[in-house]
């Protein structure tokens, strides 16, 4: 007899597993885009190692009647594709006595590292029953699909939205796969009805949303923002933003560039930027690396462009595939000389919408670099969303020519001078990245070294985010202080504390550098402790807090270096 | 509605400006270089060829990096930009990507050029955007005071490697050639005037035109005032036939002046026009609708 909660379950957490090859991202795809078009919010987050094919790899999908915006604590339910590579990430994945191990007994027995989380196996032989092993062996193993099938069904999920979900899953497959994995897909549902498992979801709340990753929110952000150009190198796990990104720029008449290399990107994105066309480079730590002089670059000549990193795991080649916010430092001071910068961070996959279309607002009419550093969570976290999103106001580069004589680089009270477009006759400039006198002429002295410097230090110290500096977000006399993929799980850290009768307040940055000081003055106000959290062995936005005055003395740091990412339990202990 | 696409601004009829001077792009700047230096003449043969090219100083563009010769877009009154060592490739090729209406002219030295932006060199032939890049080489960083760079001879004595760097000189016209380049020239500064026809065709020629010009420098490298001894013109100039070029290079004295190579490559293009608008691009995102 089957054994039926009493009440269905508001979230669910499966992991698919298997070797590289499996299918494990399909299977993970099909079952959050299924749930998606059945009403649901998730998130999906991809675990796997810098194999192309034949490594580990695990779909980590959480679904839920409400937003998902961190990884949980625990897996309910553990899908074993196959044993072969379990090992390589056994211990990344959390799972407890209660948690069930899905696997087919033709692979083998559970083994010791997954067992020894006292999770109960369920054998569950997966794949249609009347294939052959010659035909499994003949025409690929569809275990993946059959397997999300009977996922999703246990869930609860209508046969419809499964369909759907694995057209959209396999993509531009042929009929004759397609009609395969459709089978397998009804094979898994029907067998599911055996199967003793309750994975009942409570009822969704059906509304029209999104699902896309951080990186392509950031993507869509940057050309809402007027992006028309990219110019880049590949690097994971920023590739797939760029490759989402080549064909839409195309269809808006716009060009992505491959470069060279990274010193060729971002050199490419002042020149196009110099002739007039908002552009934008994405990377992640090891091409930010190579960036930073021609940064600096942008910084004295104030060319506008947009930099994207995607953390990954550093210092040197590091994990690639893996998550860390260890980039701080670099994206705030990395260069040389005196070359004061913006740096953003989004604050959810929602919000890359926003703040990469904010950074181009802000790099045009600033006239300068500005860094948004999404990290590899946020980044390829497929998620859903809802769309309807307030968007920051348009502003533009300076271009007209006023009545005194033109000077590109005047020091004057408004820090901002005019950049007319090459074409337009009467304002031919030469942008400058030596020291230079208010014409652009390089020029040695003291005083025009003083004064350009200062002028570049105004414009940043003189801009004001307003109420885009961040967040603060629920009340107490406990405050922790972080920024990127680390919000969404302390978020959900201080509703649980705040449930047990300890408010704690969640302060989000936005912007990183310049230091929003008097909103941090405001929203730390009435706290009596202060906990940084980050993710890098450093604590780089502590220290950067620190040596801004931004937060007391005595405040905390919560500073560890990545892969994992922060899930709401660890972040609980550690405020306790 | 279609949105705003890479835009160029409209290009009037030649015939609309006056005939143009060589002094409409001097800008008066004083050069930083010194007596007797080649980049004199080149400067001068650059403001003569855009006179006779036709297009007006605001439509010119000028990149460079750094070095010597890099100091050059000041001195005239096109638009430009002065950037970092071995990087003006890359930026003019994102000026012409976004701005294909831009006459788009790179200029540096053969330490710029050929050392640290060598990878660039390499990768601006095979992307063959319409652009020049007119490449001063003397045969040693001058600004710097006198090291070897990759075309100086490998005997030649140095503070920073007495008794010669002992490494063959790169040929940067077989680098180009070998990289795909569809128009090679060589050009000398002490005939300007040669010069000025050689940066007319280059500025013409429908993609990447490479201009390599012996520009000697008299602070350190004195014995290149002989230089005005050794040219010839070039032997042969070859069409569309690499293999024939490539012998025809490795032939080549190092003095063969004139236009060396030309391929009918078509330049890569511009961006197309707008053909979807980013609500028809979001629609890719919908689920639950």
């Known amino acids: 007899m089957r054994k039926e909660q009493a009440v269905a379950r508001s979230s669910l957490a499966v992991v698919f597993a298997g070797s590289g090859g499996a299918g494990a991202m399909t299977a993970g795809e099909l079952l959050l885009r299924a749930a998606a078009e059945a009403g649901y919010y998730g998130m999906m987050s991809r675990l796997f190692g810098p194999q192309v094919r034949g490594g580990e790899a695990a779909a980590l999908v959480s679904i839920s009647t ?20 379990v090992d390589q990430f056994g211990a990344e994945i959390p799972l407890d006595e209660t948690s069930i191990v899905l696997a087919d007994p033709r692979q083998g027995p559970t083994p010791p590292s997954i067992a020894k989380s006292k999770a109960r196996t ?3 032989a997966m794949g249609h029953a009347e294939v052959t092993p010659l035909e499994r062996a003949l025409h ?38 397609t009609r395969t994995n459709a089978a397998e897909l009804d094979a898994g549902i029907a067998a599911a009805a055996v199967l003793d498992l309750d994975l009942r979801l409570a009822p969704p709340q059906p509304a029209a949303r999104w699902l896309m990753t951080g990186n392509q929110a950031v993507a869509l952000g940057a050309m809402r923002g007027g992006v028309r150009f990219v110019g880049c190198y590949p690097i994971t796990p920023a590739t797939d933003l760029v490759e989402w990104m080549a064909p839409q720029l195309q269809k808006l008449g716009g060009r992505l560039a491959l470069a060279e290399d990274e010193l060729a990107a971002i050199n490419m994105v002042l020149g ?151 074409g337009t006759a009467g304002g031919q400039w030469v942008g400058e990245g030596l020291t230079h006198n208010e014409t652009g002429i390089p020029v040695s002295g003291a005083a025009a070294h003083a004064a350009q410097i200062d002028k570049r230090a105004r414009k940043i110290a003189e801009f004001d985010p307003g109420h885009l500096w961040g967040e603060a977000w629920g009340e107490g006399e406990t405050a922790i202080l972080t920024f990127g993929s680390g919000i969404g799980a302390a978020q959900k850290a201080a509703q649980r504390l705040a449930a047990t009768g300890h408010p704690v307040r969640v302060v989000s940055l ?45 405040a905390e740091s919560f500073a560890r270096p990545g892969p994992l990412p922060f899930r709401p339990a660890e972040i609980a202990t550690r405020l306790a | 509605m279609m949105e705003k696409a890479l835009t160029t601004m409209a290009k009037p009829a030649a015939t609309a400006h006056e005939a143009l001077a060589p002094s409409d792009f001097h800008s008066g700047a004083t050069p930083i270089w010194c007596p007797g230096c080649g980049d004199y003449g080149v400067l001068s043969a650059l403001e003569h060829a855009l006179a006779a090219h036709g297009r007006p100083p605001h439509e010119v563009v000028l990149v460079s990096g750094i070095g010597c010769s890099s100091r050059l877009p000041a001195y005239t009154t096109c638009y430009g930009f002065h950037g970092v060592h071995g990087r003006a490739l890359p930026f003019a090729a994102g000026v012409k990507m976004a701005r294909s209406d831009l006459e788009v002219i790179a200029v540096g030295g053969d330490g710029d050029g050929y050392s640290i ?65 569809t128009f090679i020239a060589r050009g000398f500064s002490g ?99």
């Not at chain 1, 099938?149 to 499964?162: D, F, T």
Request: proline letters at 8%; glycine letters at 10%.
């Open chain 1, 66 to 85: 409400h937003p998902v915006t961190c990884q949980p604590d625990r897996y309910d339910l553990f899908v074993a594709l196959d044993w072969e590579k």
């Open chain 1, 122 to 124: 369920i054998p569950f």
């Open chain 1, 140 to 177: 690929g193993k569809h275990t993946n699909v059959f397997a999300a099938g009977a996922v999703g069904a246990r869930a609860g999920l209508p046969s419809a939205p499964l369909q759907k979900g694995l057209a959209a899953a396999l993509g531009s497959k042929s009929g004759a796969v």
């Open chain 1, 272 to 422: 196009a930027s110099y002739a007039g066309a908002p552009a934008m480079t994405v990377t992640s730590g090891p091409g930010l690396s190579l960036m930073v002089e021609t940064i600096g670059l942008g910084v004295a000549a104030e060319i506008p462009a947009v930099i994207v990193d995607v953390m990954r795991g550093g210092p040197s080649t590091g994990i690639p595939s893996k998550t860390e916010q260890s980039d701080v430092s670099i994206a705030i001071h990395g260069g040389h000389g005196d070359a004061p910068r913006i740096v953003l961070a989004p604050t959810s996959v929602r919000d890359c919408m926003f703040t990469g279309e904010w950074a181009v607002y802000l790099a045009e009419s600033l006239q300068t670099p500005v860094i948004v550093l999404s990290d590899q969570a946020l980044g390829q976290a497929y998620t859903v969303i809802d769309p309807k999103t307030h968007r920051p106001q348009p502003l533009a580069r300076r271009t007209r020519l006023g009545s005194e004589p033109f000077k590109r680089y005047a020091v004057d009270s408004d820090p901002i001078t005019p950049m007319p477009r090459p």
């Open chain 1, 510 to 554: 936005r912007v990183l550098s310049p230091l929003p000081l008097k909103a941090l003055a405001k929203a730390l106000d009435g706290v009596r402790r202060v906990i940084v959290m980050e993710q890098n062995h450093g604590a780089q936005l502590y220290h950067h807090l620190l040596a801004h005055r931004a937060i007391p003395v005595h």
């Open chain 2, 117 to 181: 932006g060598g990878n660039h060199f390499v990768h601006a032939c095979r992307r063959n955007l319409d652009m020049l890049y007119l490449v001063m080489d003397n045969r040693v960083y001058g600004m710097t005071k006198g090291q070897p760079s990759p075309t100086t001879e490998a005997d030649w004595d140095s503070d920073i490697a007495p008794g010669g760097l002992g490494l063959r000189p790169l040929d940067p016209l077989a680098v180009a050639l070998a990289a795909g380049a």
């Open chain 2, 191 to 289: 005939r300007s005037h040669e010069l000025a026809d050689l940066i007319v065709e280059g500025l013409r020629w429908p993609g990447f035109a490479f201009i390599e010009v012996l520009s000697p420098c008299m602070a350190f490298r004195s014995e290149q005032f002989g230089w005005k001894e050794s040219v010839h013109p070039a032997l042969r100039a070859i069409d569309n036939d690499r293999a024939a070029a490539h012998a025809a290079l490795l032939a080549d004295d190092g003095y063969g002046l004139g236009i060396l190579f030309k391929e009918g490559r078509a330049p890569a293009s511009a961006a197309s026009a707008a053909r979807a608008s980013l609500a028809e691009i979001e629609e890719e995102f919908a689920v639950c609708r």
